[in-house]
């Protein structure tokens, strides 16, 4: 007898869940940025009870938070949790990149090095959502060597809880550059097995000095 799974109501949801967390990380829906459910309705084109629970499920996240009475806004951190959260993730991507070396192939570097070229001509002809994407796809490439496949979703709900490439990751385009350098320096350490050195790319790519 073939199992029925009772799936819809649940992938509704987490289809819109995926579509504003897709537009928050993007920089469409700045840090602090309040989200009317109406206006969510007409973007995304479906019901009330999916934006809400949607919402609900985001707030969980922290990637937004909820105002009672008010309504939801995209979670805006102060000065003090966005160093807290990137040292978290100092420590999390750092302690993953013993694994990473360990499993970095000839083929994974190969594709790791197309990722970052690919960087690099977005920094050129790009629009910043696409530089957005491509250095996801970068460092999700890059972590998903690691042993643990639970880091990349700490990781990831890490970066949704942080400024997004818009509203505050690369200020400046210096900034994007020095991310593209940077992404071709953990390529050449990967390819050299120099853990430390990924280690110290890694920390460096991740702080990035204010201002800069």
């Known amino acids: 007898m073939d199992t029925i799974v009772d799936t819809p109501p649940k992938k509704v949801w987490m289809i819109v869940a995926d579509l504003i967390a897709r537009d928050v990380r993007s920089g469409l829906f700045a840090p602090g940025m309040w989200l009317k ?29 909820h105002v009672p009475n008010r309504g939801y ?35 994974a570097i190969e594709r790791i090095d197309g990722l970052a070229r690919r960087f690099d001509e977005l920094v050129l002809h790009g629009t910043v959502l696409e530089q ?7 460092h999700r490439e890059l972590l998903s060597l690691c042993s643990n496949p639970e ?17 505050g990751q ?13 992404h071709r320096a953990m390529v050449e350490a990967l390819a050299a097995g120099d853990a430390q050195r990924l280690k110290e790319i890694i920390t460096l790519h991740i702080r990035q000095p204010k201002g800069k």
């Open 170 to 182: 690369w200020s400046t385009r210096a900034r994007v550059e020095q991310s593209s350098r940077e």
């Open 37 to 65: 459910q109406i206006d969510l309705e007409n973007r995304y084109g479906y019901r009330r009870p999916e934006i809400r629970r949607a919402l609900d499920h985001l707030t969980q996240k922290r990637m937004l938070q």
């Open 132 to 138: 957005y994407e491509a250095n996801l796809s970068f």
């Open 73 to 107: 806004h995209v979670f805006l951190p102060d000065s003090a949790q966005t160093d807290h959260i990137l040292e978290l993730r100092v420590i999390l991507e750092t302690a993953a990149v013993d694994s990473i070396v360990a499993a970095a192939t000839p083929a």
């Open 151 to 167: 880091l990349l979703n700490l990781v990831a709900e890490l970066r949704s809880r942080t400024s997004s490439a818009l509203a």
